[in-house]
T-cell receptor, first 113, second 108 residues
Framework: NAGVTQTPKFRILKIGQSMTLQCTQDMNHNYMYWYRQDPGMGLKLIYYSVGAGITDKGEVPNGYNVSRSTTEDFPLRLELAAPSQTSVYFC????????????FGSGTRLTVV | ELKVEQNPLFLSMQEGKNYTIYCNYSTTSDRLYWYRQDPGKSLESLFVLLSNGAVKQEGRLMASLDTKARLSTLHITAAVHDLSATYFCAVDNNDMRFGAGTRLTVKP
């Protein structure tokens, strides 16, 4: 049981480049989330999804896009990378009303130069 | 909009001492989580508190929830060095919002 898998683990982008951060979970969880964590800070919600085909904006959605075509996958797209998007990105999932907390991926450390 | 506030943000403790971390939130919710994060690592779920008055304990950590006061506490008993980490509370209101975290350092 792999849990939540994020790829890549590290990436350096140049300003204006685009990339997709991948997130896959194998727990059949309905809910999936993308957070960013800036150094020494808490987590800010970027986008979330309550099921396949449904996505919603979180606190800081500007500059990002998501899709949820399957239950398992929830990729995060950066279209025109900016230095302000330098951060660690975490994907998380949960079944729904759960007695357990979110399951987090190991994170993607992104640097935009 | 849901806001989650933790205090203190930084906490330096001596081993063997007790202390409490506080988590206040701004809107009604009956589902509160505590997570631990070690430096450079992902988040690990510690506690899920699902109702008013809920109390959960694991080792030297005890978490409680007062939904009327919109307050959760994480109490540390007889701290040890291994508890050094950043602790986050998070409130579930259709999406999960996190506090800024409490960076705990336990010194010998």
């Amino acid at each position: 049981n792999a849990g939540v898998t994020q790829t890549p683990k590290f990436r350096i982008l140049k300003i204006g480049q685009s990339m997709t951060l991948q997130c896959t979970q194998d727990m059949n969880h309905n809910y999936m989330y993308w957070y960013r964590q800036d150094p020494g800070m808490g987590l800010k919600l970027i986008y979330y999804s309550v099921g396949a085909g449904i996505t919603d904006k979180g606190e800081v959605p500007n500059g990002y896009n998501v899709s949820r075509s399957t239950t398992e996958d929830f990729p995060l797209r950066l279209e025109l990378a900016a230095p302000s998007q330098t951060s660690v990105y975490f994907c998380a999932s949960i079944r729904g009303a759960s007695n357990y907390g979110y399951t987090f991926g190991s994170g993607t450390r992104l640097t935009v130069v | 909009e849901l806001k989650v506030e933790q205090n203190p943000l930084f906490l330096s403790m001596q081993e063997g001492k007790n202390y409490t971390i506080y988590c206040n939130y701004s809107t009604t919710s009956d589902r509160l989580y505590w997570y631990r994060q070690d430096p450079g690592k992902s988040l690990e779920s510690l506690f899920v508190l699902l109702s008013n008055g809920a109390v959960k304990q694991e080792g030297r950590l005890m978490a409680s929830l007062d939904t009327k006061a919109r307050l959760s506490t994480l109490h540390i008993t007889a701290a040890v060095h291994d508890l050094s980490a950043t602790y986050f509370c998070a409130v579930d209101n259709n999406d999960m919002r996190f506090g800024a975290g409490t960076r705990l350092t336990v010194k010998p």
